[in-house]
């Protein structure tokens, strides 16, 4: 049913009170008449009677009707209470007001706008506390490119309160530059990276997206602009980056950069018609230094060489690490002009004197030396390839002629290292023909002059140059695996002709083989040498295994446990060019060694060398306090042997004593040995 509006009821309800008030009054005269028709005093009466009815039935119904419009005045006041505490931003308690009137639809209504705006609000403080806990900087913009709104992730960023954003151009918190680049119109998801100002003046880079808002509200703003700090990934970037070009070790540019600022050199130099140098430096012996020192001695020696060369050098100097122990440095400047040679050559002598010099390392004295190759531009090469290619055949001619020296590039360098690549290949047809040689250098019995045994040398030879020494080969068979077959043959064809001369009853001693990293490397290396000497019956200790101090300490748990298989077999182990590499005779002592080979490089000046002289004597004592034999090698005067005898060493080998020989050669010498004939007495007499 309709509810029954305001106005006729109160209509209705003052028609009722006047009818019944008038009826009242009607029925009181008329029953006044009827009493008293003809006595005026009781007519009177009774008219009054009706009309006191009358007025108390009127004040009643007055009554009922101001208590009516009290309630309704009561549920009005309550509507406007209701009203105040939806405009104060209180939405809650429903009105729940039981009336089907107009005030009841009013309550109603105000209920639904209450509802509306409590959900509208709660959206709206969900919206600002999402707005407030945002890590990334959010500003909505106007139109004119005026901030409307930021929360405090934008007051954060800037260093400000977020409110003293509000109206300032967005433009306008850009940095100079990057300002230019900015543009509202600019919208889409992708993000672009730049730089805004914070109020303390400093640049902050950010990540920052621009996106317009369909039908936005002009004037809280038709644009969103979120920023975001992106300062730490851009420091990672720049590390990343540094890394990336910069060695970690030693902190100068890494092979990458370097051939990067070569390239530049290059360019620079072809533009301005000058000529620069690249210097290849490359430590000698590193891989010593690592193994007796260890790896930290190995930097160490890494960051000096730097470091050194950066003190001697100009500030602007480019210096690079190419690989390992391999440096490059970019010479330029007036002074390489003209014929530089001098000035290069002096520069050179200067890095590698001071590279030389003794570094310290917990207690000892690391002896570091360096060989440098040297290419100018744009005579040696016109290319970074080419550039490097050349310093590096100088340095390749430099560490030939010992170490601790430079060589310039020269074209023939190239061809020497085309014909290189072509004798390995000859190397490899003269084993599968079977074209090397093995000869023999007696070991000569320092106080007897017996010869105790002998030393198989390979040799090559080349029918177009004739016997090819080892010192030349062995290297470039060391580079490919054809080492192992050569190392084999050598083990096989010793057998071979130690069987030879045992059916003939003569004793050659022990013959001393030499061995390669390589094959000490190789997997059951004792049961092969254990297999050749079954087959050709040999006893292993007939054989001794030369080794050098740097091969000794390559891996030395590796080698040890090899050495140790040998040893058990019965084999002896010979360490050769002793006093060459920076082991110490102590660090050697929990090798199975039975003989001690001093260089021929200290022997060859101990007669007249008072240094050397000591040196040798040294080393002959502690080897024999190691209970070593000791062997010095090249003897090659009457003087060396004096010396030798009178320090006491126990064999001797060199050209004193003659060439090394074949086998059949070698065999007459044990022949006639045996027979009583004097070999080298009349040298000892
Ligand atoms: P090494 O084991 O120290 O051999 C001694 C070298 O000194 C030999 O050179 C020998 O001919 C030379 N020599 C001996 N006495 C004198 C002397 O009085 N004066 C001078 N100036 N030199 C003398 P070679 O035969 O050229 O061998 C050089 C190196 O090649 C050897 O040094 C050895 O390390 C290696 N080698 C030789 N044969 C073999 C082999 O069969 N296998 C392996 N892996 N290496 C070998
Ligand atoms: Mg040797
Ligand atoms: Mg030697």
Redesign the pocket.
């Known amino acids: 049913m309709r509810p029954l509006s305001l106005v006729p009821k109160f209509l209705l309800t003052t028609v009722a009170i006047w009818t019944i008030a008038m009826t009242a009054a009607g029925l009181g005269l008329y029953l006044a008449l009827r009493v008293a028709p003809d006595d005026t005093t009781s007519t009177h009466w009774a008219v009054l009677c009706g009309l006191v009815l009358a007025l108390l039935v009127t004040a009643g119904l007055f009554a009922s009707l101001i208590v009516l419009a009290r309630r309704q005045v009561a549920d009005i006041r309550a509507l406007s209470r209701c009203a105040e505490r939806l405009a104060s931003g209180d939405y809650d308690g429903a009105m729940a007001l039981a009336r089907f009137d107009e005030l009841g639809d009013l309550a109603r209504r105000l209920d639904m706008l209450r509802e509306r705006l409590r959900t509208t609000t709660i959206s709206r403080d969900y919206l600002d506390k999402v707005l407030a806990s945002m890590g990334e900087a959010l500003m909505l913009v106007n139109p004119e490119g005026r901030i409307t709104r930021a929360n405090p992730a934008a007051g954060q960023l800037l260093q400000c309160d977020e409110h003293e954003l509000v109206g300032r151009p967005v433009a306008e918190l850009f940095a100079a530059g990057p300002r230019e680049e900015f543009s509202l119109a600019d919208t889409g998801p992708r993000a672009r990276e730049s730089a805004l100002v914070a109020s303390s003046g400093q640049e902050i880079p950010v990540s920052y997206t621009v996106a317009a808002i369909e039908e936005g509200d002009p004037v809280a703003g038709s644009f969103v602009v979120t920023a975001r700090n992106i300062a730490e990934r851009k420091i990672a970037e720049q590390r990343i980056r540094y890394l990336a070009r910069i060695d970690a070790l030693t902190k100068v540019p890494n092979r990458m950069q370097f051939q990067h600022l070569l390239q530049r050199a290059i360019a620079r130099a072809g533009r301005q018609g000058r000529q620069f140098a690249l210097l290849y430096l490359d430590i000698d012996r590193f891989k010593d230094i690592n193994d007796i020192y260890g790896h930290s001695a190995g930097d160490l020696c890494l960051e000096s060489l730097t470091e050194r060369v950066g003190h001697l050098l100009p500030e602007s100097t480019v210096m690079g690490r190419f690989a390992g122990d391999e440096f490059g440095v970019i010479l330029e400047g007036d002074w390489i002009a003209g014929d530089a040679t001098a000035g290069l050559a002096d520069t050179a002598r200067a890095i590698l004197r001071d590279i030389a010099r003794p570094l310290a390392f917990h207690g000892h004295q690391i002896h570091m030396t360096a060989s440098a190759g040297i290419a100018t531009y744009p005579q040696d090469a016109r290319n970074v390839i080419d550039l490097v290619r050349s310093a590096d055949s100088a340095l390749y001619h430099a560490k030939r002629s010992g170490g601790d020296s430079f060589e310039f590039f020269d074209p023939e360098m190239n061809a020497l290292a085309t014909e290189r690549l072509m004798l390995k290949s000859k190397l490899r047809r003269a084993y599968e023909r079977n074209e090397l040689l093995l000869?023999y250098?007696p070991k000569v019995d320092v106080v007897t002059g017996r010869v105790a045994g002998a030393?198989?040398?390979?040799?090559w030879d080349l029918s177009e140059r004739g016997l090819v020494?080892?010192?030349e080969f062995?290297p470039l068979a060391e580079e490919s695996n054809l080492?192992l077959d050569?190392?084999e043959w050598?083990l096989d064809r010793v057998c071979r002709d130690f069987q030879s001369w045992q059916a003939q009853k003569l004793f050659p001693g022990r013959i001393a083989?030499?061995?390669?990293l390589k094959?000490l490397r190789q997997p059951n290396f004792s049961q092969r040498v254990h297999g050749i000497c079954r087959r050709h019956g040999v006893p292993p200790a007939s054989l001794e295994l030369?080794i050098?101090e740097s091969t000794l300490m390559e891996n030395a748990e590796r080698t040890l446990k090899v050495l140790d298989e040998l040893y058990d077999m019965g084999l002896s182990l010979a360490i050769?060019?002793f006093g060459t590499g920076y082991s110490s005779l102590s660090a050697l002592q929990k090798f199975p060694i039975n003989t001690l080979?001093i260089?021929?490089s200290f022997v060859s000046d101990a007669a007249e060398d008072a240094d050397d002289a000591t040196i040798v004597g040294t080393i002959i004592q502690m080897g024999h306090g190691l209970k070593l034999d000791v062997v010095a090698?090249?003897?090659?005067s009457a003087g060396q042997l004096a010396f030798l005898r009178s320090a006491g060493c126990d064999y001797v080998?060199?050209?004193?004593f003659g060439e090394?020989m074949d086998a059949t050669e070698f065999m007459r010498l044990l022949r006639s040995q045996q027979q009583g004939q004097p070999v080298f007495g009349r040298l000892l007499a």
Do not use: C, F, M
């Open positions: 000869h250098q030393e198989a040398l390979v040799r020494l080892p010192s062995i080492i050569i190392g050598v083989v030499n061995l390669s094959q030369e050098t050769d060019d080979k260089d021929r090698e090249g003897v090659e080998q060199g050209l004193l090394p």
